[in-house]
């Protein structure tokens, strides 16, 4: 096995020897011929030093192109990145100018006068975060006159609502009615959702809430008897409110009601929305008409030469329900008119002369068509 060794290595030996074996160069520049020898040791150094400078070289291309592929990956982040970022504006861009619409929306509703408490609580603008980043805030200001001139509107629609609101209260205790009641009245109360929900913008619930209020309290005033229930053209007042001589019996009596003249068969009207509660002959009232207009209040016409509705009759402002007559305890042809709340007869005057007002707050709750007389 020595031998075998030995053998080989005598032949590594002279492979090196035949790879690195002195050699002659002889070079001729034109004029004279130049030799020179290279040595066994010079090859083996010229050698070495090329193989350093290739190692070294390929060591760097390893090194330059490690950093070339690090350098692609951090921009390919970073492209990743902006691009993130481009999308998170356009996304909030689309989310700013979707609650400015919805915003729009809702105040044109309202504006109308048509919209019904349900359909302004489904528009009710959500709350708007606030920015996050310098994105956000450059977006912000994109929006900002937009957004201003919006809330500036949001802020005075809920300041109209609420001196309208306060002028009709007013109003209202005028005639001795309370107005929580009014707001409360089968026939003017308005539902809808709950705006108090934390997703939605408080200024907007704000004004939502005093727009329904004023809603409430203005459908309400429809149930105030405050038309004039004969023609203006033709009643003629023949007797007031109160103590007076009784025309039969000649001595003092309580009227509980006012007399309007006029010639028979002249129409009478229901003074405000109601329910007919009675149609029929009642005793010295003759021919006569009793309606319930909720919250207590209720309405009398008596004298009538004809009925024109029936019990249960649900009749609005304005419509003809009867003729004037002079049925019952009557002098002549007139409508004897009553007003009562809770039972108790009021004196009707204040009420017919509260008209305008109760017409121009019935005029806004209908977007401006009052049914007036």
């Given at each position: 096995?020595?031998?075998?060794?030995?053998?080989?290595?005598?032949?590594?030996?002279?492979?090196?020897?035949?790879?690195?074996?002195?050699?002659?160069?002889?070079?001729?520049?034109?004029?004279?011929?130049?030799?020179?020898?290279?040595?066994?040791?010079?090859?083996?150094?010229?050698?070495?030093?090329?193989?350093?400078?290739?190692?070294?070289?390929?060591?760097?291309?390893?090194?330059?192109?490690?950093?070339?592929?690090?350098?692609?990956?951090?921009?390919?982040?970073?492209?990743?990145?902006?691009?993130?970022?481009?999308?998170?504006?356009?996304?909030?861009?689309?989310?700013?100018?979707?609650?400015?619409?919805?915003?729009?929306?809702?105040?044109?509703?309202?504006?109308?006068?048509?919209?019904?408490?349900e359909d302004l609580a489904r528009l009710l603008p959500a709350s708007a975060d606030a920015p996050e980043n310098a994105a956000d805030h450059e977006l912000n200001e994109t929006y900002s006159e937009v957004d201003g001139m919006q809330l500036m509107l949001a802020a005075q629609a809920h300041q109209e609502n609420r001196e309208r609101l306060n002028a009709t209260m007013s109003a209202v205790r005028r005639l001795g009615l309370d107005p929580d009641r009014l707001m409360n009245n089968r026939f003017g109360g308005v539902g809808g959702p709950d705006a108090s929900d934390d997703d939605v913008d408080p200024r907007f619930a704000q004004l939502f809430a005093s727009w329904r209020e004023l809603e409430q309290l203005e459908a309400g005033v429809a149930s105030i008897p405050s038309a004039l229930p004969v023609p203006t053209e033709i009643a003629r007042f023949t007797s007031g409110f109160g103590t007076r001589s009784d025309p039969f019996r000649g001595r003092a009596a309580m009227h509980a009601g006012i007399d309007l003249a006029g010639p028979t068969g002249t129409p009478i009207y229901a003074a405000a929305d109601a329910t007919v509660s009675f149609a029929g002959v009642r005793g010295g009232y003759g021919n006569f008409i009793e309606l319930g207009h909720g919250a207590g209040i209720a309405?009398?016409?008596?004298?009538?030469?004809?009925?024109?509705?029936?019990?249960?009759?649900?009749?609005?402002?304005?419509?003809?329900?009867?003729?004037?007559?002079?049925?019952?305890?009557?002098?002549?042809?007139?409508?004897?008119?009553?007003?009562?709340?809770?039972?108790?007869?009021?004196?009707?005057?204040?009420?017919?002369?509260?008209?305008?007002?109760?017409?121009?707050?019935?005029?806004?709750?209908?977007?401006?068509?009052?049914?007036?007389?």
């Open positions: 096995m020595n031998e075998l060794q030995q053998r080989k290595n005598v032949g590594l030996v002279q492979r090196f020897r035949n790879a690195f074996k002195p050699r002659e160069l002889f070079l001729h520049d034109g004029r004279s011929l130049r030799r020179f020898r290279i040595g066994t040791k010079l090859q083996v150094a010229a050698t070495g030093v090329a193989a350093s400078l290739l190692a070294w070289s390929g060591y760097a291309t390893v090194q330059y192109a490690a950093s070339f592929t690090g350098d692609v990956a951090t921009m390919q982040a970073r492209v990743a990145e902006m691009e993130q970022d481009v999308a998170n504006i356009r996304t909030a861009a689309n989310e700013r100018a979707d609650l400015l619409e919805q915003r729009q929306a809702f105040l044109a509703q309202m504006m109308t006068g048509e919209a019904s408490s309405t009398r016409y008596g004298h009538l030469s004809r009925i024109m509705v029936a019990n249960g009759e649900r009749v609005r402002r304005g419509q003809l329900i009867g003729l004037m007559g002079s049925t019952g305890r009557s002098t002549g042809p007139h409508l004897h008119y009553e007003v009562r709340i809770d039972g108790r007869a009021v004196n009707p005057l204040p009420f017919l002369q509260a008209g305008q007002a109760m017409a121009q707050a019935r005029s806004r709750q209908s977007g401006g068509q009052a049914a007036a007389r």
